[in-house]
């Protein structure tokens, strides 16, 4: 552990991890187990911090329950926070509350495992911190079961079978994480559109008001920051609603505003692209040809 030209104290090994807290060493120099009798309290932590392995952690209680009227719509039977390697973990992430499990992973722990693809795949290890997983009651339950069974195996004598187990069972919970994570955004629904409407109108606002000139196309992380969302979070909420990523929803939008100024304005294929936000013309084109299968001259065409 040492400090960084970045100014941020960075966890290179688990030992590393199990020091600050006054821990024995972990049993595994690869993946190590926080359990209640041993909780991690990360008001502990230092204020910024990075972490060079995975980290999954439960909580009994959760900040950010979300609110929308005057309805509640997540549960209260706490949750689980997620982090990737090398993600800045900082005030946000840090409430005082305990969390009665912590997962800590290496990354190479995973080699050579079809996991170690996998979980990369995974968008709730960017998520914010206020974009936790509530569960319901049974889901605790089911979570809770699994890390026990992670417990157990490594405490247990280490075998040839020992690292496929662990890794069964860390594909198990993060396949139920997935699950539940979809779950919770059917039961934000009603918000999450909401949220759809404001990102629409941010992009509308974006074109109309040429902001697109300035800054050209519209990023995933200047939305998701405007709607103070995490990038990944923000895509995986649209996956849900619409079928379609936030880069996906954009060049939808982009594309619709590109007919809409190809069918009724008499400005030339190059001002088009640059009023939208393009360097290039010729990527302008090939982008409007990818989804319509039409370039943007045969499109204006079938308007004279």
């Known amino acids: 552990m040492k400090n960084e030209e970045d100014g941020f104290l960075r966890f290179k ?3 590393d991890a ?12 690869l993946i190590s187990l926080l359990h209640p009798d041993t909780p991690l309290r990360t008001d502990d932590l230092p204020s910024a ?19 929308y009227g005057q309805h509640y719509y997540d549960f209260g039977e706490g949750g689980l926070l997620f982090a990737a390697p090398n993600q800045i973990i900082g005030n946000h992430d840090n409430d005082g509350i305990c969390s009665e499990y912590t997962l800590l992973i290496h990354p190479d722990f995973l080699l050579n495992y079809p996991l170690a693809r996998k979980v990369k795949q ?25 890390f026990s069974m992670i417990e157990n195996e490594l405490d247990s004598r280490i075998d040839d079978f020992s690292q496929d187990v662990v890794i069964s069972q860390i594909d198990l919970l993060l396949n139920y994480a997935n699950r539940f994570y979809k779950r919770q955004f059917i039961t934000r629904k ?24 300035k800054l050209g196309l519209p990023t995933v992380h200047y939305l998701a920051d405007r709607l ?17 990523n936030a880069q996906q929803h954009i060049h939808y939008k982009l594309i619709e505003k590109a007919k ?16 939208l936000g393009f ?26």
Do not use: C
Request: proline content about 5%; cysteine-free; charged content about 20%.
């Open 279 to 304: 360097e290039h013309p010729q990527s302008f084109s090939k982008l409007f040809k990818t989804k319509t299968n039409l370039t943007p001259m045969e499109f204006r065409q079938q308007f004279n």
């Open 228 to 244: 103070a969302l995490s990038p990944s979070y923000l895509s995986d909420m649209l996956r849900s609603l619409t079928g379609q």
């Open 49 to 67: 911090h990075v972490l060079s392995f995975y980290k999954i952690a439960y909580k009994p209680r959760l900040s950010g329950k979300l609110k």
């Open 18 to 29: 199990h020091r600050i807290f006054g821990l024995p060493q972990p049993k595994h120099p």
């Open 260 to 275: 809409e100024k190809l069918s009724v304005s008499s400005l030339s294929i190059s001002e088009v692209a640059y009023g």
């Open 122 to 146: 995974y968008g709730f290890f960017s998520y914010s911190a206020n974009e936790a997983l509530h569960l319901s009651d049974e889901e605790k339950t089911t979570i809770l079961s699994i």
């Open 190 to 213: 009603a918000v999450n559109n909401d949220l759809l409407v404001q990102l629409d109108e941010l992009l509308d606002n974006y074109f109309d008001k040429e902001t697109s000139i």
């Open 13 to 15: 090994s688990l030992s």
